[in-house]
């Protein structure tokens, strides 16, 4: 919760996605600076190149593209990918403006989306 002349917000601070296959298996992560960490240890770092300027509703996530990159040198599941989409996003933004007691608290705000990778 951050404050400011124009009154109190939740300040966004990093995305904490876990991502699931099919099976409802966790096949990566997606964590602080975007990055995508799978499973078996292959990592992408990853930035937002394209939104939807127009999300759905002001409670849902907007449909992002990122580009990515591989960082490290394993090689694994997330080998070669290099765009990203998240779409159809629901959830993901406060409900409510946090109150003077909660300056300082952090709010973690669920959310469903469907990620699609591509190389």
Do not use: M
């Amino acid at each position: 919760c951050a404050a400011d002349k124009k009154g109190r917000w939740w300040k966004f601070i990093a995305p904490d996605a876990v991502l699931v296959d099919e099976k409802g298996r966790v096949i990566a992560r997606q964590g602080p600076d975007f990055i995508f960490r799978a499973n078996d240890g292959s990592v992408l770092s990853a930035k937002i190149v394209k939104w939807d300027a127009h999300p759905k509703s002001h409670n849902d996530l907007r449909d992002v593209l990122f580009e990515t990159r591989a960082q490290g040198k394993k090689k694994g599941v997330l080998t070669g990918i290099r765009w990203v989409s998240r779409t159809e996003g629901a959830g993901g933004q406060p409900q409510t403006r946090c109150s003077p007691s909660q300056i300082g608290a952090t709010l973690k705000v669920p959310f469903t989306a469907v990620y699609r990778f591509y190389q």
